[in-house]
């Protein structure tokens, strides 16, 4: 009976004295001020969305959703459209998520599975330096050392043996949406093998060796036990990518051509979203010229979180099934 009454005594003291000892703890200080974060990530994406939205009220009115579906970019007689800047973007990303997927999962793969440590770290800082290069420098070297390759050795390859395919007819200038993704592919690919490197480390070593005890080759093991055990983080260093072309400014802009056409060929200059606000929005006059601009970047906002939204539906379907 006693040592019911202290127990009972003891739970009414912690109950009573309970807020002030996880004060005092920090608990509740650090609960506050992490959900004052998150909430106020929120609002200020919140708060982003309205501000654009309500700058392209003048566009929405004038327009409406036809605006997305429209090919007509024309300032001087107030025409405005942005299928081709979002055929731009698409294309260009896609283009380069083609090139460099490939080569930024396996330089990855080379880097955690088969180097030799010593040479896998000095590789691996020198890879994480190139996310850092601005990504005008990246555009200087596409026109003065990109361009003039792509020209003088890859056009004429693709032109003789893909050109009965539409994507590879028509002339060559330099600038185009081929220059603008093989740009991105070399940005974005830093992204790629650093991230997909972390990931295929943090796999658990007793996997490896567990698969190489029942006999697989160091291959096998790397390719049946620690890849399908990493795919979750291969993917989402994608999707990162992904993320990173589509909102790229500067290289695009100065290697695409700035032509607010759709064309099958990637050898022809195009334009992309974030190219146009760079390229027309301190020269624009007029309301409906700006909030079309205006409008642009909430559509390169919503592309962004679509695909973002994708990637995490895809990563938790892949982790449900065990993938």
Do not use: H
């Amino acid at each position: 009976m006693a040592s019911s009454t202290y127990i009972t005594d003891e739970l009414r003291s912690l109950r009573n004295g309970g807020l002030l000892q996880r004060l005092r703890g920090g608990d509740e200080i650090a609960y506050l001020i992490t959900l004052a974060s998150a909430v106020g990530i929120l609002l200020l994406v919140a708060l982003l969305v309205l501000e654009l939205w309500s700058n392209s009220q003048p566009t929405v009115k004038t327009f409406g959703w036809s605006f997305l579906t429209s090919s007509k970019w024309d300032p001087n007689s107030g025409k405005f459209g942005a299928l081709p800047f979002i055929y731009g973007t698409c294309v260009t990303s896609l283009l380069a998520l083609i090139i460099a997927v490939p080569l930024g999962v396996a330089s990855s793969i080379f880097l955690a599975e088969m180097a030799p440590p010593k040479f896998s770290n000095i590789l691996t800082f020198l890879i994480e330096l190139l996310a850092a290069v601005p990504s005008v420098i990246y555009g200087l070297l596409g026109i003065f050392i990109l361009v003039p390759l792509i020209r003088a050795y890859l056009v004429p390859v693709l032109t003789k043996t893909l050109g009965f395919l539409p994507i590879f007819q028509g002339d060559f200038y330099g600038v185009s949406f081929l220059s603008a993704g093989l740009v991105l592919s070399v940005m974005v690919v830093p992204f790629i093998i650093s991230v997909s490197r972390e990931v295929l480390i943090a796999v658990p070593v007793e996997q490896r060796e567990a698969a190489l005890a029942l006999g697989a080759t160091k291959w096998e093991a790397t390719w049946q036990i620690v890849i399908p055990n990493a795919s979750t983080g291969i993917i989402g260093s994608v999707f990162l990518a992904l993320a990173r072309a589509l909102g790229e400014t500067m290289a695009v802009t100065m290697v695409i051509g700035n032509t607010p056409k759709i064309t099958a060929s990637l050898l022809s200059p195009g334009y992309s979203i974030a190219a146009v606000i760079a390229n027309e929005f301190a020269e624009a006059s007029g309301s409906l010229y700006i909030s079309s601009l205006i409008f642009l970047g909430l559509v390169l906002f919503g592309l962004t979180i679509v695909i973002n939204a994708m990637a995490r539906l895809l990563i938790l379907t892949t982790s449900r099934r065990g993938v």
